[in-house]
T-cell receptor
Framework: GQNIDQPTEMTATEGAIVQINCTYQ??????LFWYQQHAGEAPTFLSYNVLDGLEEKGRFSSFLSRSKGYSYLLLKELQMKDSASYLC??????????WGAGTKLIIKP | GAVVSQHPSWVICKSGTSVKIECRSLDFQATTMFWYRQFPKQSLMLMATSNEGSKATYEQGVEKDKFLINHASLTLSTLTVTSAHPEDSSFYIC????????????????????FGPGTRLTVT
């Protein structure tokens, strides 16, 4: 079967760095997405990785290792507004997105 | 660019009535649109995938006669919840994917789903 695993909840301090991990087992691979979702709102796109390595975009970076079926989202200089759920999703061989359950990130002052 | 709108943003209806939710891609042609449902504190659950001009493909466990999807044009898809019941109360989110636009396939636009703001449905 297809499976995406990510931690349910994480807590971090304002100004710090946090890494949210995602492991996957899917039928084929056409890229991995990270989305941010604030409570009561729709997800918003953060990053897309299809090749191994690190993609940096401002305070957010995303890493992919296809051989390990592993990705992480790195958030630097955390701000209170970063409190949200972070969803990992993998596009399988049928170009369907397989969603993880999301990681709720709590930022404390 | 790549804006998706949804209407209405919230709706309250009585049990037994039908509700239609519209999803529009405002500045691009959406070859494929997706409908999701999300219950509180849970992840997104894909309900169905629709391609313009063809019948929607429903996920296992989703009743196609209850959740009618129409994707009549490249910019509009509708979801109709028929004979709604309180257990249908949820947050319904649509997303649209542009597909190939002469853009390198590694570009995320080729595959990225752009989400509408969601519709909160409450059935009393």
């Amino acid at each position: 079967g297809q499976n995406i695993d990510q931690p349910t909840e994480m807590t971090a301090t304002e100004g710090a760095i946090v890494q949210i991990n995602c492991t996957y087992q899917t039928s084929g691979f056409n890229g991995l997405f990270w989305y941010q979702q604030h409570a009561g709102e729709a997800p918003t796109f953060l990053s897309y990785n299809v090749l191994d390595g690190l993609e940096e975009k401002g305070r957010f970076s995303s890493f992919l290792s296809r051989s390990k079926g592993y990705s992480y989202l790195l958030l630097k200089e955390l701000q209170m507004k970063d409190s949200a759920s972070y969803l990992c999703a993998v596009m399988d061989s049928n170009y369907q997105l397989i969603w993880g359950a999301g990681t709720k990130l709590i930022i404390k002052p | 660019g790549a804006v998706v709108s949804q209407h209405p943003s919230w709706v309250i209806c009585k049990s037994g009535t039908s509700v239609k939710i519209e999803c529009r891609s405002l500045d691009f042609q959406a070859t494929t649109m997706f409908w999701y449902r999300q219950f509180p504190k849970q992840s997104l659950m894909l309900m169905a995938t629709s391609n313009e001009g063809s019948k929607a493909t429903y996920e296992q466990g989703v009743e196609k006669d209850k959740f009618l999807i129409n994707h009549a044009s490249l910019t509009l898809s509708t979801l109709t919840v028929t004979s709604a019941h309180p257990e249908d109360s949820s947050f319904y989110i649509c997303s649209a994917r542009g597909g190939a636009r002469g853009i390198e396939e590694r570009n995320s636009f080729f595959y990225e789903q752009y989400f509408g703001p969601g519709t909160r449905l409450t059935v009393t």
